[in-house]
């Protein structure tokens, strides 16, 4: 028997209603408010290892490692030795630093990319990119894909997956035509952004038939983790490049998620080592690369970089970008992730989501496992899932029942159906059981959620 958690989190709760006083619905990014769960959000106090600990006292196995970041775990002693010596010299100079050329160097060094620039945000990432390419082409629109979330700039949240797909209910095609999902952003905003169906050639090269000298660049997810776990269909991303090319448009692969996560140089290194390289001209990283700090960064070829300011006219800046602590903690990161380390993500990846399914399968209870190197997801659906229309037709109440039934057990996922679940090294046999145990109430309160909710009822 494992201890099993109340729903109510007194400890938390009070956080909560602390923080609904003084911030916009009690939270600093949507999905860790549960709205698509239900319940009290957990308030964090320490993260240990494969483990974090909530305001109440409880521990939970994490399989959201700071949405991606963690690949080592929590507090891992590399990096917290790094921060702890790099803050001891001071915060922040607006002024560059040894680390951040040290940095760059690294994520050069195991990727296709010849320049980058450091940034804070994956959002400032992929929004610094389509500037870029749109400065660099002399076009000005850009084809996404729906369900492919790249940051909460303007032109980017239309048809954007994850957290939007968490707080809105299903939508129509019609509402895929470059439409705005946020109150706030024009249509003119969205208006440049051509949202098209992921792993859909076809679409592209019709949509480059008609509008071909009018678009600066196409933009994907490496691997789509933001509608849940969708990879690209063999070939989508190298047609992709191919499609740009032709057309004198550039690839931007969106490498925020995968990037130096799911092999040590990336999506990039995963598939060219699967005989699929991908000739992207932008490569927008984040996440692991800041070790868990803030820092994401941009890179390209020599030609493109250069038209970057100062040594071009396209502007860019921060003020913070480049910032010492979390240069330390990218460095101390990327240094410890050898191909041993993704050996081990693999190889837990693996055998979590392979218990996950058969515990559902014991029960009856349809559902879909996907991978994208050791980033996994289940959509509870009797579905195939290439796309995010068919991602949102999955049972949301069943995953909501699981998701509730694995916390009470100590288990802490993604609050939302719409996301990737994330693993670290950290996790061993004793976290493994963890997880095990888990499991069978886990997969009878989903059997019951489909039971009696009818499927596709959106989050």
Not at 5 to 33: C, I, K, M, T, Y
């Amino acid at each position: 028997m494992t201890e099993t958690f109340p729903a109510e989190a007194p400890a938390s709760q009070d956080l909560f209603d602390r923080a609904l006083a003084v911030v916009p619905g009690g939270v600093n990014s949507p999905v860790r408010a549960f709205r698509a769960v239900g319940g009290t959000p957990r308030f964090m106090v320490r993260g240990e290892g494969a483990y974090l600990f909530d305001a109440d006292g409880r521990r939970y196995l994490d399989l959201i490692c700071s949405w991606g970041p963690l690949v080592l775990g929590h507090a891992h002693p590399a990096v917290i030795e790094a921060v702890t010596r790099a803050a001891a010299k001071g915060t922040s100079f607006g002024a560059p630093t040894p680390g951040e050329v040290e940095l760059a160097e690294e994520i050069v060094s195991r990727t296709p990319v010849d320049q980058v620039r450091l940034v804070n945000s994956g959002t400032e990432a992929t929004m610094s990119a389509i500037r870029l390419a749109r400065g660099f082409t002399d076009r000005p629109k850009i084809i996404k894909f729906a369900g492919c979330y790249h940051g909460h700039s303007d032109g980017l949240l239309a048809a954007a997956g994850s957290g939007v797909a968490t707080l809105a209910a299903a939508r129509t095609e019609a509402d895929l035509a470059g439409l705005p999902d946020s109150p706030g952003v024009t249509r003119s905003a969205a208006a440049e952004t051509i949202v098209l169906p992921y792993n859909d050639l076809a679409a592209v090269e019709a949509v480059f038939a008609v509008e071909g000298d009018q678009i600066a660049a196409i933009i994907t997810e490496a691997a789509a983790g933001n509608m849940g776990v969708v990879p690209p269909a063999p070939g989508f991303n190298a047609g992709l490049a191919d499609l740009a090319h032709r057309h004198g448009a550039l690839l931007i692969l969106d490498e925020v998620m995968t990037g130096f996560r799911v092999a040590r140089g990336g999506w990039a290194e995963l598939s060219a080592s699967r005989g699929e390289p991908i000739a992207a001209d932008l490569i927008t990283f984040g996440k692991v690369m800041g070790g868990g700090l803030p820092a994401a960064a941009f890179g390209g070829r020599h030609e493109v970089m250069g038209h970057l300011a100062p040594a071009g006219p396209v502007y860019q800046a921060g003020t913070l970008s480049g910032n010492p602590l979390a240069s330390a903690a990218g460095l101390a990161t990327l240094r410890e992730c050898t191909s041993g380390t993704y050996a081990t993500l693999d190889r837990t990846a693996a055998q979590l989501s392979g218990l996950a399914s058969k515990a559902l399968d014991a029960v009856g209870v349809a559902h879909r496992l996907q991978h994208a190197g050791n980033m996994f997801s289940i959509f509870f659906t009797s579905g195939e899932v290439t796309n995010y229309d068919q991602a949102r037709a999955q049972h949301v109440a069943a995953f909501t029942a699981f998701f509730q039934a694995m916390l009470a057990h100590g288990v802490y996922l993604p609050p939302s159906a719409f996301e990737a679940w994330f693993v670290s090294t950290a996790i061993d046999d004793d976290a493994v059981e963890v997880f095990a145990r888990a499991l069978p109430a886990a997969a009878e309160a989903a059997a019951a959620a489909t039971s009696v909710t009818p499927e596709g009822g959106g989050a």
